[in-house]
């Protein structure tokens, strides 16, 4: 065995043409007839025709393999610029989705204001609760009033009532009493006027008594004074 294929390293020669792109058969191929044919001494033209043929399919499967890969590099080119188109839509998108953030954050701002206005207008409700409690408070204290007004008209009543039948107890005996007074007084007067009837009587009795003495004498005289006219 020479030297040359002492040295030959069948693992790296396929390694090496699997990353070409030759695939794992195709590679041991080569790299068997390879060994073998240094194995053997010096190479004979067939054999140097034959590896010339496998060199010679080996660059053809590179140009095939190169051309593929020009090929995927124009595809990655053209997903290349796929990308960037849609690259360019999703920076639109974002752009958008900025405005509606914005907007999203001036309805937000928006919504703060209402927030503060309704937090104002409930400051204001508290204040009028606390306002209509004082109110009640104070109907409170005023029903209280009334309350103890009532009780001073009930205890009014009540004193009314005793003095009421205080009163009718005081009215009947007064009656009582007005009524001995006007039995009395009547006796009296009748008494009175029947003793002025007999003063009366009386009186004119002595009046009459008088009245004939005065016209007697009066006769009398009138009868002297004819007589000593004539």
């Known amino acids: 065995m020479n030297n040359a294929a002492r040295n030959f390293?069948?693992?790296?020669?396929?390694?090496?043409?699997?990353?070409?792109?030759?695939?794992?058969?195709?590679?041991?191929?080569?790299?068997?007839?390879?060994?073998?044919?240094?194995?053997?001494?010096?190479?004979?033209?067939?054999?140097?025709?034959?590896?010339?043929?496998?060199?010679?399919?080996?660059?053809?499967r590179f140009d095939t393999i190169d051309r593929k890969f020009e090929s995927v590099d124009l595809r990655f080119e053209a997903i290349d610029n796929k990308f960037e188109i849609i690259d360019q839509k999703f920076d639109a998108i974002d752009r958008r989705f900025d405005v509606v953030d914005q907007k999203f954050d001036a309805v937000d701002r928006r919504f703060d204001?209402?927030?503060?206005?309704?937090?104002?207008?409930?400051?204001r409700f508290d204040v009028v609760d606390q306002k209509f409690d004082a109110i009640d408070r104070r109907f409170?204290?005023?029903?209280?009033?009334?309350?103890?007004?009532?009780q001073k008209f009930e205890l009014m009543r009540s004193k009314t009532d005793a003095l009421d039948q205080k009163l009718e107890t005081k009215a009947d005996f007064l009656d009582k009493k007005i009524d001995r007074v006007e039995s009395v007084l009547s006796a009296?007067?009748?008494?009175?006027?029947?003793?002025?009837?007999?003063?009366?009587?009386?009186?004119?009795?002595?009046?009459?008594?008088?009245?004939?003495?005065?016209?007697?004498?009066?006769?009398?005289?009138?009868?002297?004074?004819?007589?000593?006219?004539?």
């Open 9 to 60: 390293d069948r693992l790296t020669y396929i390694d090496t043409l699997k990353e070409a792109g030759i695939d794992e058969g195709s590679a041991r191929a080569h790299a068997n007839a390879l060994d073998a044919a240094m194995r053997d001494g010096l190479a004979t033209k067939q054999d140097i025709a034959v590896i010339d043929r496998g060199f010679v399919s080996v660059e053809r």
């Open 140 to 150: 409170d204290v005023i029903d209280q009033k009334f309350e103890a007004v009532d």
């Open 188 to 230: 009296e007067i009748k008494t009175s006027e029947a003793n002025m009837r007999a003063d009366i009587s009386q009186s004119a009795n002595r009046t009459v008594i008088w009245l004939g003495g005065t016209m007697i004498a009066l006769s009398g005289i009138i009868l002297t004074a004819v007589r000593f006219a004539h």
């Open 113 to 123: 204001v209402v927030d503060q206005k309704f937090e104002a207008v409930d400051r």
